[in-house]
């Protein structure tokens, strides 16, 4: 796994991505040189040749990950690739042509330049990463691994390791005491904890995954110490989790890290740039969406009675009450009752319903922003009842208050709206991972995938 943008990104997947810009790239260097009139290098270097490729291989990148094809890699259909990456290229030619319209000929590629480009990567892209999963995929990056408890914690990630092979993570097996460990996923029981020396001298793991919170006193600790200093990576299923989900397992969490160390505790340069750049980008939004809000207000108004304008007190930073603004997209009077907003609730409005899929409905909160009760990114709020309850069985639910909440989040990126208690614990431990990786750069990769998830909204039906 690498950090990027402050999120754990598997080495395969940045793999694919870095070898698919350099093959786009060489796609429209070739096609230069088979298509110009002119010598291909007074193209590239006096006619910013180079910038413009750039341009249309960062296009061909975006709309890629837009489609989710650097979250889910695997070849499912062959056909459907091909046609994949041939949206992609038109997407492509879109861009062109709108550079041309808006009269930036200094930023688009000859007609045929772009034509043999585009057909050459619409070849050589799929037929890329067909390779890459049946072959590369397994030499890229793949760390064997063994885990010492058998814990739910720990079978999780051995599950996901199994359905997830781009994540580069083998699993080699477990240690454990346990008599009922037989049934375990992704591997096999290969001996008892203190057989663990023997057990990667046998099977030369890059790496050992330890959780046995509940036997503390039965961890080969020695044991342990010489194989970190022999070169074995040692990880915690507390990290080890984290990685593998971009979430903050509560059931590994323990006080003491809450306590004791200040990795939770956001740094305060950050979370003041972190408000002075979310009331920039308030603005900017406001005046962008202006047009678009006034025509909600009205649909809102004229299709049911009631204020186009729904305020609700929410909780913000260190438990402070506040008002926060939506469109109102449920019936007049349905919204008081305190009871969880579940899908396709019959209390939501036609005109609702379609604010709530595009995220319309939450742009009045951008004035929420300027006012400084919240930021662009953040936990979401939740009303003053709700928390009250919620703190009561959630361990460590507090602490999702102790920074802004915001807009957008890096649960509301990752995870579909739920009504379940599993879905509730599930966001507060997204929420632990934001607050605990706070920075610009995740900001403004949440804002990015958000933009994403409205766009694929209007392709949904």
Not at 77 to 86: H, N, P, R
Not at 104 to 131: C, E, K, N, V
Not at 266 to 284: D, K
Request: aromatic share 10%; hydrophobic share 45%.
């Amino acid at each position: 796994m690498i950090q990027f943008f402050r999120v754990f990104i598997p080495a395969n997947v940045l793999a694919l991505l870095i070898s698919e810009l350099v093959l786009t790239y060489t796609c429209y260097l070739l096609a230069a040189l088979l298509v110009l009139d002119v010598d291909p290098q007074i193209f590239l270097s006096n006619d910013n040749g180079w910038i413009r490729i750039a341009i249309v291989v960062g296009c061909y990148a975006v709309v890629i990950y837009f489609y989710d094809l650097y979250t889910e890699f695997r070849i499912k259909s062959k056909v459907l690739l091909f046609q994949q990456i041939g949206v992609v290229a038109g997407a492509a030619f879109l861009l062109q042509a709108l550079f041309s319209y808006l009269g930036g000929q200094d930023l688009i590629l000859p007609t045929w330049l772009m034509i043999a480009g585009s057909g050459l990567a619409i070849i050589l892209l799929p037929s890329w990463r067909i390779f890459y999963s049946a072959i590369a995929l397994k030499a890229v990056g793949s760390e064997r691994v063994v885990f010492v408890g058998t814990s739910s914690v720990v079978q999780e990630i051995v599950q996901h390791a199994v359905e997830h092979p781009e994540a580069g993570v083998v699993p080699i097996g477990y240690v454990d005491d346990r008599e009922d460990s037989n049934e375990v996923p992704g591997g096999k029981v290969l001996g008892k904890v203190l057989d663990l020396e023997r057990v990667v001298n046998e099977w030369k793991p890059d790496r050992i995954v330890v959780e046995m919170s509940e036997h503390r006193a039965r961890l080969p600790v020695s044991q342990l110490r010489e194989l970190n200093f022999s070169g074995v990576r040692i990880d915690d299923a507390l990290t080890a989790y984290e990685t593998t989900f971009g979430r903050i397992s509560t059931r590994e969490l323990r006080p003491s890290q809450l306590i004791f160390t200040t990795e939770f505790e956001p740094n305060p340069n950050r979370v003041t740039l972190r408000s002075m750049y979310s009331v920039s980008i308030a603005v900017l939004a406001l005046i962008i969406t202006s047009p678009v809000m006034l025509i909600a207000a009205l649909l809102v108004r004229l299709t049911s009675s009631g204020p186009s304008i729904y305020r609700e007190r929410r909780v913000g930073a260190r438990d402070v009450p506040f008002t926060l603004y939506k469109f109102r997209s449920m019936r007049a009077g349905a919204e008081p009752n305190a009871a969880w907003d579940k899908k396709d609730s019959p209390r939501v409005t036609p005109v609702g319903r379609w604010l709530r899929r595009f995220r319309i409905d939450e742009l009045p909160q951008l004035f929420n922003v300027l006012k400084g009760d919240m930021s662009i990114v953040g936990p979401r709020p939740e009303r003053p009842e709700f928390v009250s309850e919620l703190e009561k069985w959630i361990p460590f639910y507090r602490q999702r208050h102790c920074v802004k909440p915001g807009i957008t989040g890096w649960a509301q990126v990752n995870l579909r709206r739920g009504d379940k208690a599993e879905d509730t614990i599930a966001k507060l431990e997204y929420d632990l991972y934001y607050i605990k990786h706070l920075a610009p750069a995740l900001d403004a990769y949440i804002m990015l995938h958000t933009v994403k998830l409205m766009l694929l909204s209007l392709t949904e039906r």
